[in-house]
């Protein structure tokens, strides 16, 4: 005779699908990244206010700008030449840097963005991605 334990089935449960990930939104639509790097953190906002009210004239979606890890540069001096081993003087560069993304940019935004004069010390890259 069958016991209670030998009748009843083990539940099993379905097993899952893999789990898929979705893209972002912002992978799917081109969109241009402005990359800008200056030693000033003033200049470099003030250059980054501006290419945003140039890409805002002409209607584009704007993401950052993000602040990004700023680059320190140390360097140790001695401070004469002969004499004086233990005294040193410390020196460091600071090198401040933004991201900011353009989503689905026209030609228009690129054109005005190119003729962009923005003042000495601020670097830029741009990519399309």
Known sequence: MATPKD???KETKPKAA???RKAKA???VPHLRIRVRAYEHKILDASLKQ???TAARYDAEVHGPVPLPT???KYTVN???FIDKNSREQFEMRVHKRLIDIINPNPKVI???TNLSLPSGV???VKMM
């Open 71 to 73: 680059e320190i540069k």
């Open 18 to 20: 893999p789990r898929v």
């Open 26 to 28: 912002i992978d799917e």
């Open 111 to 113: 054109e005005a963005l």
């Open 51 to 53: 290419i945003m009210d």
């Open 123 to 125: 670097n830029i890259d």
């Open 79 to 81: 401070r004469s030449s």
């Open 7 to 9: 009748t009843i089935k």
